[in-house]
């Protein structure tokens, strides 16, 4: 979809439809919106009146222009935001997402949305660049609302013909239509990082390989400032990456370590290192997986999807900040070489693993990837994964599991989570939780049984970050959903790449959220 700012009135706007966004309760129209009304001889207002209209969250109404109205756009669709009261970035987001399915499912080809009002009412967003921020989020709701996966179709119907094919946000200055301007193109970039994502998840794991997901970063690589370089088996033979080989050895598909550098930042300035869990498939092993809902573990590599779509995205907005993003990808099959439990694995730190569940194979290949990391003398770092199951008990659907050693990284972590509307929460990682993961046969086991999973997980991998600040991101409970959302799709959410985005953004902008103690330890 092509997305642009433009100078103008909304009234004037000849695109197939103009979308308006009006508050739960309130019968006075905002200036815009009370321009088009005028020209519809308010008709818009008589809606609200009425009460068909409400402007609860959600809620899409469309009016077709009659001859004679005035007005060079074709329908007239309302979107409600809420109560004024809790209107916010992510509200709008969710209105935003909705109101464009409304209008492809119209039939409309392109829409226009003015901005100036928005920023207007949603002063809970910093003032100095409001329109600028209120622009992003109607971009990135747009992308996201509208997100379709129809690679493998083959016959096509009516409904999957239709298509928004060009937005236009629409400010009526120029100071406005600047930021208007930097907004989109930031909401774009955001956006399709995580379209991104949602299309690597969502395509078969016959199709995305470790070998593909190479040949990705290698895409990647040809943008500004990023260079590739991907070990295969025997090269992390040579460097003792034994747990990831551990996970390799029964799959067919050969393992891939892919190194992606960003250099956007000062010569010599440390590194943030990112590191992405990739299971391109995860049959659970020899402890094999229950069948029901197995095809779902397509999706294992999510972590290194995110991890991806952050370097492009950060090379595309220019971010002033080094980046280290650490790929270790590979499927867990049950061949008949593959790792059984009881087997011990020796690490690229040198550490021995006791294998007591041979599911339990994201963390292995993390704890090579994290002490990789290392090399690179990183200021902070940060892996994602689809790491436990038991995340979604302890959080639901609705939050990513946060852990770490350092209380300003995780502040930061936080911080950007509510900002994107990716909501991140704190688990406690107490030195209780190690004792269930003492191994009586090497030097530590890879599970901790059930009681406090996605803890135990993370106590594992934090023994292989060394001195690093570091925090780990379980987006297990997040990363697929079974519904349609305003602008979350059934399937593939595609979460983390916006919540990296905005850390990094917040970094370069040096907007760092301030820590005292994490686990007994000064930050």
């Not at 005028?38 to 207002?45: E, T």
């Not at 992390?236 to 960003?262: C, N, T």
């Not at 299971?279 to 659970?284: A, C, E, I, L, M």
């Not at 946060?402 to 509510?418: S, T």
Request: aromatic share 4%; with cysteine.
């Amino acid at each position: 979809m092509d997305i642009t700012a433009r100078k103008g009135r909304i009234e004037d706007e000849p695109a197939d439809a103009v979308l308006l966004i009006h508050c739960e309760g309130e019968r006075r129209l905002a200036p815009a919106a009370a321009a088009v009304d005028a020209r519809l001889r308010g008709r818009l207002a008589g809606l609200i009146t009425s009460g068909e209209f409400t402007g609860r969250l959600g809620q899409v109404s469309i009016l077709h222009v009659a001859p004679g109205e005035r007005l060079r756009a074709k329908r007239v669709v309302l979107a409600g935001l809420g109560k004024r009261k809790d209107a916010s970035l992510e509200k709008l987001r969710q209105a935003a997402g909705s109101a464009a399915k409304a209008i492809r499912t119209a039939g409309a080809k392109s829409f226009a949305v003015p901005v100036q009002d928005l920023a207007g009412l949603l002063t809970s967003v910093p003032a100095v660049n409001r329109v600028r921020d209120v622009a992003q989020t109607l971009a990135e709701g747009a992308i996201l609302g509208l997100y379709r996966f129809t690679t493998y179709y083959t016959e096509r119907t009516d409904e999957t013909a239709k298509a928004v094919r060009k937005m236009s946000v629409v400010a009526g200055d120029p100071r406005a239509l600047a930021q208007a301007r930097q907004g989109v193109r930031q909401g774009q970039i955001i956006g399709e990082a995580t379209t991104y994502v949602r299309d690597l998840c969502n395509h078969p794991a016959n199709v995305v390989t470790p070998t593909y997901i190479a040949n990705e970063a290698k895409k990647i690589a040809r943008e500004r400032g990023v260079r590739a370089k991907v070990l295969d088996r025997p090269a992390m033979q040579r460097l003792g990456m034994g747990a990831l080989l551990g996970v390799a050895r029964g799959s067919h598909e050969p393992p891939k370590f892919v190194i992606l550098e960003y250099r956007g930042g000062p010569r010599g300035a440390r590194p943030v290192a990112l590191v992405g869990k990739t299971v391109t498939f995860d049959s659970g092993g020899i402890s094999l997986k229950p069948a029901d809902n197995m095809e779902l573990m397509k999706a294992d590599m999510t972590g290194g999807a995110v991890v991806l779509a952050t370097v492009r995205a950060a090379s595309r907005l220019r971010l002033p900040v080094n980046i280290v993003a650490l790929i270790p990808a590979t499927e867990n099959m049950p061949g008949g070489s593959a790792t059984k439990p009881g087997d011990i694995l020796t690490s690229l730190s040198g550490k021995t693993i006791e294998v007591i569940n041979t599911d339990a194979e994201g963390r292995l290949i993390l704890a090579d990837g994290l002490t990789y990391a290392n090399r690179y003398k990183p200021s902070v770092v940060v892996d994602i994964a689809t790491l436990t199951g038991a995340c979604a008990v302890a959080l639901g659907k609705h939050a990513i599991g946060l852990l770490g050693n350092n209380d300003r990284l995780i502040g930061e972590l936080k911080a950007a989570g509510e900002q994107c509307g990716e909501r991140a929460w704190q688990l406690p990682l107490w030195e209780e939780y190690y004792e269930q993961i003492k191994s009586d046969v090497a030097d530590v086991k890879n599970t901790g049984g059930r009681p406090g999973g996605t803890i135990t997980a993370a106590a594992f991998l934090s023994k292989f970050v060394g001195g690093a600040r570091w925090a780990h991101l379980d987006i297990a409970s997040t990363d697929w959903s079974d519904r349609e959302q305003a602008y979350i799709p059934k399937g593939a959410t595609g979460v983390g790449a916006r919540l990296l985005i905005r850390f990094l953004s917040n970094r370069a902008n040096g907007r760092k959220a301030i820590g005292r103690r994490a686990n007994g330890k000064r930050t």
